[in-house]
C-alpha cells in the first residue's frame, strides 16, 4: 500500500483471527487493542486507541470499529495517527520511505502492515489574478510541502 507523504485522516483495515482456532475474531473492542507504528530506523510509536461510533463514522486519531460481524466477520477499522505519514528523515539522514503499522489484540494473532510513503503528485495551483495592479502569480507546491509563487 502506497500513501502519499503529508496524508491526513488514513483509514486501514485489519482482518483479525483468533489465536487459538484461527477463526476471525469478532467482537473485539478498542479496549482491547494496542495499536503502534514505526517508521523506519525509528522506534515504535504507542498509538492511543478509541472507539468509533460506527463503521462510517468520521476518521478519529487511533479510531477503532468492528465493520459487520455478521456479514465480514473480524474486518476492523484503524484509523492511523497523521505523524505516522509526515516527511522526516532516519537516523541515516534519508528520507522515511516506509511505516510499519500493527495492530494486536487480546485473543487474536498480530497483524501488520507495511505502507509505503511516497511523494505526493505536484500539480499547478491556482492563477491569482490581477487585483489592483499586483502582479499574477502561480502557486506550486514543492516536495517538501513549501509553496513557491512564481510571478508571470
Request: glycine share 8%; charged share 15%; proline share 4%.
Amino acid at each position: 500500500m502506497e500513501v502519499p507523504y503529508g496524508a491526513t485522516k488514513q483509514s486501514l483495515y485489519f482482518m483479525l483471527t483468533d489465536s487459538t482456532t484461527g477463526a476471525r475474531k469478532t467482537g473485539v473492542a478498542h479496549t482491547a487493542v494496542t495499536g503502534s507504528y514505526c517508521r523506519n530506523q525509528g522506534s515504535r510509536v504507542a498509538i492511543t486507541m478509541a472507539n468509533l461510533a460506527a463503521a462510517n463514522s468520521v476518521w478519529a486519531s487511533g479510531g477503532w470499529e468492528e465493520i459487520d460481524a455478521v456479514n465480514q466477520p473480524g474486518l476492523y477499522r484503524f484509523d492511523v495517527p497523521n505523524a505516522a505519514f509526515t516527511f522526516g528523515t532516519d537516523a541515516d539522514d534519508q528520507p522515511v520511505t516506509t511505516v510499519e503499522v500493527t495492530v494486536t489484540a487480546t485473543g487474536a494473532h498480530s497483524e501488520t502492515k507495511e505502507i509505503e510513503l511516497t511523494y505526493p503528485i505536484i500539480t499547478q495551483g491556482t492563477i491569482g489574478a490581477t487585483i489592483n495592479n499586483q502582479p499574477t502569480f502561480t502557486e506550486h507546491t514543492m516536495l517538501d510541502g513549501t509553496v513557491r509563487k512564481d510571478y508571470l
